[in-house]
T-cell receptor, first 111, second 114 residues
């Protein structure tokens, strides 16, 4: 099945710093989503981005489907950005819509 | 804004007992999913449901698991005889009119099996 690799696994930042999280996937995808898992365990939708670039406030994401990767940019990080960021994909021509998750990037933003 | 809701938020049960986890998907969505996340691990797909039947299930979704949409709004996951290793966060998700549409997740039910 499709493999989803996220890097780095852990990231520690000072408040105000910028960061880039990466998601590589091993096959073509129909759907790619980025989530933030907050300290209470909730999965918050950040982006639905099977291709192209989107921005939402301090966050933006780019997916280059032909090269099988996606990037999540966090600018001017805040302590509330802490948590785990997951990338998840739906394999094109494979599964019927089920998301395959990466292992996540654990982000800690220090004041 | 419409959202997926789940009840209960936390369930504690004894090994061997049956549990039912409940979800109310977003009202006009057609595709429904259950995922689970063992503490500290990644989120794993369990089952998808469309047009009142299972579309796909993972190898985790064995005979002790079942899903049902008993009415027009609820979507349930039943675990018949819980095991210690069933302890996890269970997420319900729904998506709109295509199986590749964006999936929206509920807040999860934390299941603890003692």
């Amino acid at each position: 099945g499709i493999q989803v690799e996220q890097s780095p696994p852990d990231l520690i930042l000072q408040e105000g710093a910028n960061s880039t999280l990466r998601c590589n996937f091993s096959d073509s995808v129909n759907n790619l989503q980025w989530f933030h898992q907050n300290p209470w365990g909730q999965l918050i939708n950040l982006f639905y981005i099977p291709s192209g670039t989107k921005q939402n406030g301090r966050l933006s994401a780019t997916t280059v489907a032909t090269e099988r990767y996606s990037l999540l940019y966090i600018s001017s990080s805040q302590t509330t950005d802490s948590g785990v960021y997951f990338c998840a994909v739906v394999n094109y021509g494979g599964s019927q819509g089920n998301l395959i998750f990466g292992k996540g990037t654990k982000l800690s933003v220090k004041p | 804004e419409p959202e997926v809701t789940q009840t209960p938020s936390h369930q504690v049960t004894q090994m061997g007992q049956e549990v039912i986890l409940r979800c109310v998907p977003i009202s006009n969505h057609l595709y429904f999913y259950w995922y689970r996340q063992i503490l500290g691990q990644k989120v794993e797909f369990l089952v998808s449901f469309y047009n009142n039947e299972i579309s796909e299930k993972s190898e985790i979704f064995d005979d002790q698991f079942s899903v049902e949409r008993p009415d027009g709004s609820n979507f349930t996951l039943k675990i018949r005889s819980t095991k210690l290793e069933d302890s996890a966060m269970y997420f319900c998700a729904s998506s709109g009119h295509r199986e590749i549409d964006e999936q929206f997740f509920g807040p999860g039910t934390r299941l603890t099996v003692l």
